[in-house]
């Protein structure tokens, strides 16, 4: 069973940077296709970025794109998600999962496994 723990939310002001670290243990994320999730409080959890298993595709949500970088390192089985400029809106509780190899990265997650982590929180002061 694949195991993910997210790491590095934290609080800061608008126009700030975070870096989120997503930690795999129990399985390779090579044999993945990996996404970031947003809940924020109240609203349902919603699709952030994907990444291909092998880095060489990405998509973004409109709200986000020129802002966040999704990436990954296989050979450490961790994903990253780089965000720039942070806005209020920005404030959630951010996860980790995983699809098929095969998915396409567009899909926004439409197939996932339940590996979902305990998530960690972002929150953008105004």
């Known amino acids: 069973q694949v195991h993910l723990e997210e790491s590095g939310g934290g609080l800061v002001q608008t126009g700030g940077s975070l870096r989120l670290s997503c930690a795999a243990s129990g399985g390779t994320l090579s044999r993945y296709t990996m996404y970031w999730f947003s809940q924020a409080p109240g609203k349902e959890r919603e699709f952030v970025a994907g990444?291909?298993?092998?880095?060489?595709?990405?998509s973004y949500r409109d709200s986000v794109k020129g802002r966040f970088t999704i990436s990954r390192d296989n050979a450490k089985n961790t994903i990253t998600l780089q965000m720039n400029n942070l806005k209020p809106e920005d404030t959630a509780v951010y996860y980790c999962?995983?699809?098929?190899?095969?998915?396409?990265?567009?899909?926004?997650?439409?197939?996932?496994?339940?590996?979902w982590g305990q998530g960690t929180q972002v929150t953008v002061s105004s």
């Open positions: 999962n995983a699809g098929p190899k095969g998915a396409d990265v567009r899909d926004m997650g439409a197939a996932l496994y339940n590996y």
């Open positions: 990444i291909s298993w092998s880095g060489s595709e990405t």
